[in-house]
């Protein structure tokens, strides 16, 4: 099993609606997560870390299941600007190196 | 604001010859980083380094070195450059290794293309 998967998508989806996409983490001793944004040809940017359940900034909530070992990503009344690639990044405590996940594709149609 | 900068935004090279890329950070962070990102493959750890003059193999090295002889600044070099390391070359820094404080903060990215 990888140590991180995330569906890559496209995700398609109309401007105003609400999409969710997961990550799922192999290593159970994950404690904490990332989600970065990507625009095209961009360096990845952090949209929101994660330490307990979950964590909401504004239109944007994760969730954390740690019995299934995923974390989702919620994008709510999405705008044109959320056009981005999202990368999921599990962390741990005594792990020096972070494992980005090959990210999820998302595109908002006006 | 971190700020992490990148020698060139674009590079284009002829194999065989030897490459450098430089990544400078301005928020005296301890860690740094350089990822190769190619489609499908995901950023991928070629190096990093915790301490001046320190550095350990990510999951890529071959092909690679790297040099740190300040705190701020952090070199990838290309020994004899190669078609296959074509790619986007981002550098990375973190304040430290573990959490809650191991976000890593990019630059902007050096899209290498050799020929």
């Known amino acids: 099993r990888k140590e991180v998967e995330q569906d890559p998508g496209p995700f398609n989806v109309p401007e105003g609606a609400t999409v969710a996409f997961n990550c799922t983490y192999s290593?159970?001793?994950?404690?904490?997560f990332f989600w970065y944004r990507q625009d095209c040809r961009k360096e990845p940017k952090l949209l929101m870390s994660?330490?307990?359940s979950g964590n909401e900034d504004g239109r944007f909530t994760a969730q954390l299941n740690r019995a299934s070992q995923y974390i989702s990503l919620l994008i709510r009344d999405s705008k044109l600007s959320d056009s981005a690639t999202y990368l999921c990044v599990p962390t741990n405590f005594g792990n020096e190196k972070l494992t980005f996940g090959t990210g999820t594709r998302l595109t908002i149609i006006p | 604001d971190v700020k992490v900068t990148q020698s060139s935004r674009y590079l284009v090279k002829r194999t065989g010859e030897k490459v450098f890329l430089e990544c400078v950070q301005d928020?005296?962070?301890?860690?740094m980083f350089w990822y190769r990102q190619d489609p499908g493959l995901g950023l991928r750890l070629i190096y990093f380094s915790y301490d001046v003059k320190m550095k350990e193999k990510g999951d890529i090295p071959e092909g690679y070195s790297v040099s740190r002889e300040k705190k701020e600044r952090f070199s990838l070099i290309l020994e004899s450059a190669s078609t296959n390391q074509t790619s986007m070359y981002l550098c990375?820094?973190?304040?430290?290794?573990?959490?809650?404080?191991?976000?890593?903060?990019f630059g902007p990215g050096t899209r290498l293309t050799v020929l």
């Open positions: 994660v330490y307990s």
């Open positions: 290593n159970s001793a994950s404690q904490s």
């Open positions: 990375a820094s973190s304040r430290s290794l573990n959490p809650p404080y191991n976000e890593q903060f």
């Open positions: 928020m005296d962070h301890e860690n």
